[in-house]
């Protein structure tokens, strides 16, 4: 998924006026910076209580984060109807209960996604699930020839897998090296998953295909600049997957953790942050936009991601490319908006364009949120050394060795984690 902004890279490394900052990838190169306050509301008064927390402060950050980063999300209904439309109670060789759903958006059901569901079949009683989105169909999670490929447009991926954007039979299990499902069911726990162009197409002419449109006012074919962009479309999208998840006696709605890589991460991250029914949040290499600091300006920057794939955020967002110093917020203060609820957030060390230092501070200042409920964050400023997971509090963090991926080592901590909180 790094192909897209390689090459921008390489064109911004080769063509620098193209940008107006430099593209950082060294420490010792990333200039002092102040971040908001977190604790500060925008009267200046001192956030001390739990209490301010949640009456001011949050509320605050909620808006500020829609108005100026990733638009608003509307807040009217639409009508929903779920629909089962597959059922294995002997799924993955015996180990699994396989569902799909169709969740239907609108009067006439105009819009739709697909969930995938896989339960542990020798758990009785509801089950804690992972909640996340793909990058290409729901078949790509797993080999099962169960799985129904998905129809729509896909963004990345190379033939045979992916054909002139659409899914091929090849593309079965293409990603399950993401998902491990099996190793997740071992451990007790079920996984949900929808494709995110299901929401938005994953590209800037898209907003008339996706969930978007159901909110047009007449005429209209585009988001206004405060109004949502894809990562809002599929932070939407999760939230309506958690609806139906809330009506699944198999789900402990109340053990939801929402999990995303990369952009994916991005819209992991803004769900968890507006919907509190989320019980955990997982971020991995989510960088820019997501968990990395932005006034760090090191890999990717408001810059390039809003050149890059101008659909994602709100208009209001192009406003701060190479202003980083004028966004009323940061990420950590994202993370904030978590707490007190367990948060894990991942980097990789070969992922600098995503900031994995910018990401394990993105926790340890929003600790102080954290503590206003008496919970533990990140204590120190200094990044741990790679493969060694940290935070015995309520945010958990790693760099793992390697690449812009999310893998059995990430999964592997993410059900330590979740054992540890979602299973008290
Ligand atoms: C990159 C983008 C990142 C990240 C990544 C991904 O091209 O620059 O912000 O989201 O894609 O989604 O894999």
Redesign the pocket.
């Known amino acids: 998924?790094?192909k897209?902004?390689a090459v921008l890279l390489t064109f911004n490394l080769v063509t620098q006026p193209l940008f107006s900052q430099k593209t950082i990838r060294d420490e010792s190169q990333v200039v002092s910076y102040v971040l908001p306050d977190l604790l500060k509301t925008r009267s200046g008064k001192m956030v001390r209580t739990k209490r301010d927390w949640e009456k001011t402060r949050r509320p605050e950050l909620l808006s500020l984060f829609s108005e100026n980063v990733y638009g608003k999300t509307p807040s009217e209904k639409v009508p929903m109807r779920f629909v089962q439309y597959d059922a294995d109670s002997n799924a993955l060789g015996g180990q699994a209960i396989r569902k799909q759903v169709t969740v239907y958006f609108g009067k006439k059901g105009e819009r739709s996604m697909d969930i995938l569901l896989y339960f542990p079949r020798n758990v009785k009683g509801s089950v804690p699930v992972f909640l996340g989105l793909n990058f290409a169909g729901n078949q790509v999670v797993h080999q099962d020839p169960g799985i129904t490929i998905t129809k729509r447009w896909v963004r990345d991926g190379v033939a045979p897998v992916i054909v002139e954007h659409r899914a091929t039979e090849a593309s079965r299990g293409s990603q399950a090296g993401d998902w491990v499902v099996e190793d997740i069911l071992a451990r007790g726990y079920g996984l949900a998953t929808v494709f995110c162009g299901d929401l938005q197409p994953d590209r800037p002419d898209s907003f008339n295909e996706g969930v978007h449109s159901l909110f047009f006012k007449e005429g209209q074919n585009m988001p206004q600049s405060d109004e949502w962009g894809a990562i809002g479309a599929w932070a939407w999208g999760l939230s309506r997957a958690m609806d139906y998840l809330e009506t699944d006696k198999m789900v402990d709605a109340t053990k939801v953790a929402v999990i995303g890589h990369?952009?994916l991460g991005?819209a992991a991250l803004w769900a968890g942050a507006q919907d509190q029914r989320f019980a955990m949040v997982v971020s991995n290499n989510s960088?820019?936009?997501g968990a990395a600091i932005t006034r760090r300006k090191f890999g990717?920057t408001i810059e390039i991601?809003n050149k890059?794939f101008p659909h994602w955020f709100s208009g209001n967002y192009k406003q701060f490319g190479g202003r980083e110093d004028a966004l009323p917020v940061d990420y950590h203060e994202l993370i904030a908006l978590i707490a007190p609820r367990p948060v894990y957030i991942a980097s990789a060390s070969e992922d600098w364009?995503a900031d994995p230092k910018g990401e394990y501070l993105s926790g340890y200042y929003a600790s102080p949120a954290y503590a206003l409920y008496g919970s533990e964050g990140l204590s120190t400023p200094e990044l741990p050394e790679t493969n060694r997971p940290t935070g015995a509090g309520k945010i958990g963090y790693h760099l793992r060795k390697g690449g812009?991926t999310m893998n059995r080592y990430d999964w592997q901590q993410y059900l330590h984690f979740a054992d540890k909180w979602l299973r008290r």
């Open positions: 998924m790094m897209f902004a990369s952009r991005k960088g820019e936009g990717e991601i890059a364009w812009h």
